[in-house]
């Protein structure tokens, strides 16, 4: 049994325990609720009828004796139902982990994030979005921005070799740690259980609202003042019959405070928003200032381990003035609390400062934690993939090979089909042109390639036994799609992206261009198609790029013999007991067959004995 098996066969394990624990919490749930129905029951009917008939005293006995067992049990219950949910939300993340090594693409939800630019280098080439799409098996972030960060890495067309490394290290150590990605998880899909994920947009809003007035300070001391003038003169009036003094200054502290606290009518809204937001991630942040991380971990979250700057302190402050809000919900109390003292103005004030700190340290922490989701989806590929390896990066200009891949393999095919291939690059300008049979493998080995480097610039680990490989700007030309709403054909748009793709390998960059093609002017005739290929490969050479074109025009790898930095390549097939079989090896040389015919026999739609093209 293989490292990855052995893995599956754990996760395996954990669900069938997990399971088991939830039948026997669901049992003692059961119980508990028909024990607090009884209580209920008991406490109501049957004390009613024993005020009726023995009286109040022994009515209060009876009501106590069942109402304290009552609110036991209800804290214990809920305290169940805590534990119920966390086991199911556990659950939920091992059968998608689970699902991500078996590739059962419907129990894994579909994340949603913004579609890329329509002129993007290579988003729709790669299969890098939407479902059954890389994004779809590495995504394990909970909030909307984490998602959509890891699909920012995946989508860059620039890498940044620094920023590169830097995630890469961080990623490796996330895939040592398991148990932290874990219980991140954990209290991620807690906060989103109802929500359907977390966005921190709303509350990233709230901050940029305008804050109180700079005056607002000396107001608060001016009715203070007039407070303890109002309440002077009232006990003076009442307890030693002073005159009606306390009227004209209460009738000035009402008008002072009625201008100055329209800002603080919605307080309590805005104030029990705020503290709620927060309170839904308390236990993501207490997670992250609390967790140590010694390796390059630790000073992404450094933010958040600052003693006086923990998100912890702050939402201790921010409850408090969610408390002291709500006693707009109790009229009489906040008529006679703000009639001395301007009770809602100085808790409008103590929460705009609030908010000024959070300004400036929540955007920080926030980021951590979505840092911390991309960085996870990465590490967590790893881990479920033990055959996965870490890209080692050198210069184009080396003297080494510009990319090297061993057993180089596609993520989003099921394991039992998968073939890995070797592959090489010496340097930039060279070309390979990958001929074969139809279904022999040639896109997917374009795509293989592709959405490893998308990996390997990401800072995640690649599907291959070793890859090293030069920062290069991906671009591809694989999936071309006419577009009747803008009046395209297929070839008209095939032309507008071959000539995109020309223009990003003659612009000068410091990056060569690494360009993937499949089916060069599959969108004209065989003459035209022809003579076009072999002038457009001929342009291609020997600029600042190195690229793959996957054909079935075997006239084209005549180009090898003519220019010395083009190769050949290709994949074939066979017909054994009357079905094709390909075995997905990448070999060098031209393909020696083709298998249209073939096909074509074998469905029945050609007589037996007719042609069969061979390449001598």
């Keep these: 049994m293989d490292a990855k098996q052995k893995r599956l066969q754990g996760l395996l394990r954990q669900i069938v325990r997990v399971e088991g624990r939830l039948v026997g919490l669901r049992r003692q749930s059961e119980r508990l609720t028909a024990v607090r129905l009884t209580l209920f029951f008991l406490g109501g009917v049957g004390s009613g009828a024993i005020f009726i008939t023995l009286g109040a005293a022994v009515w209060a006995a009876t009501f106590l004796l069942f109402f304290v067992p009552f609110v036991a049990a209800v804290v214990v219950h809920r305290r169940l139902e805590r534990s119920l949910r966390r086991h199911q939300v556990w659950l939920q993340l091992k059968q998608h982990q689970v699902a991500r090594m078996r590739l059962d693409w419907a129990v894994l939800p579909l994340p949603t994030v913004a579609d890329p630019p329509a002129d993007h280098p290579f988003a729709r080439d790669f299969d890098l979005l939407g479902a059954r799409s890389l994004h779809h098996l590495l995504q394990t972030a909970v909030s909307h921005e984490g998602s959509q960060r890891l699909a920012d890495w995946l989508l860059n067309p ?34 989103e259980a109802k929500s359907g994920g977390w966005a921190g947009r709303p509350l990233l809003d709230w901050l940029q609202q305008p804050t109180v007035p700079p005056q607002t300070r000396p107001i608060l001391w001016l ?8 309440l002077g003169l009232l006990l003076g009036n009442v307890l030693a019959g002073w005159g009606a003094w306390w009227v004209a200054p209460a009738l000035l502290y009402a008008a002072i405070f009625m201008l100055a606290s329209r800002r603080s009518q919605s307080l309590f809204k805005e104030a029990w928003f705020v503290e709620t937001r927060l309170r839904q991630l308390t236990a993501v942040f207490h997670l992250l200032e609390t967790f140590h991380h010694a390796g390059p971990l630790a000073e992404l979250v450094a933010p958040l381990q600052t003693a006086e700057k923990r998100p912890s302190h702050l939402l201790r402050r921010v409850s408090r003035i969610a408390a002291a809000a709500g006693i707009q919900n109790n009229p009489m109390l906040w008529l006679l609390l703000n009639f001395f003292t301007p ?13 000024q700190t959070l300004a400036e340290l929540l955007p920080g922490w926030l980021d951590c934690w ?19 390896t870490y890209p080692t990066f050198v210069a184009a200009s080396s003297k080494a090979s510009c990319f090297a891949a061993t057993q180089i393999a596609h993520p ?18 060279q070309l390979f042109i990958l001929t074969g049979s139809n279904m022999s493998g040639k896109s997917s080995f374009l795509r293989t390639l592709g959405v ?28 071309v799609t006419d577009s009747v709403v803008d009046g395209f054909s297929y070839f008209y748009a095939e032309v507008r992206r071959l000539r995109a793709l020309l223009d990003a390998l003659q612009q000068p960059d410091a990056l060569p261009l690494f360009f993937l093609i499949d089916e060069i002017f599959r969108g004209t005739n065989n003459r035209e198609r022809l003579i076009g290929s072999r002038a457009y490969i001929q342009v291609l050479v020997g600029q600042n790029g190195v690229g793959l074109i996957a054909t079935h025009d075997l006239e084209l790898v005549q180009l090898a013999d003519e220019m010395p930095a083009i190769a050949n390549w290709h994949f074939r097939d ?3 007991a009357g079905q094709m079989v390909f075995d997905y090896t990448l070999r060098p040389g031209p393909s020696p067959t083709t298998n249209a015919l073939k096909i074509m026999r074998l469905a029945g739609l050609l007589p037996e004995g007719s042609g069969e093209i061979w390449l001598d």
């Design 158 to 191: 620039v890498p940044d070799l620094a920023t590169t490394q830097r995630r890469q290290s961080q990623v490796r150590e996330l895939q040592a740690k398991p148990l932290f990605r874990d219980k991140l998880a954990l209290n991620a899909r807690l906060l």
């Design 223 to 230: 009715l203070a003042g007039l407070g303890l003038l109002n």
């Design 343 to 355: 009770w809602d103005l100085y808790f409008a004030y103590r929460l705009d400062q609030a908010r």
């Design 370 to 388: 979505y840092e911390l989701e991309a960085l996870g989806s990465l590490a967590n590929f790893g881990y479920l993939n033990p055959a996965t």
């Design 412 to 429: 989003l095919l099921p394991e039992a089909g998968r073939v890995g291939n070797d592959f090489c690059i010496k340097r930039v300008g």
């Design 452 to 479: 490893n480097l998308c990996l390997a610039y990401a800072g995640g680990p690649v599907l291959a036994n070793s890859l090293t490989t030069a920062l290069f700007r991906p671009f591809a030309a694989i999936r």
């Design 574 to 576: 066979e017909v054994v």
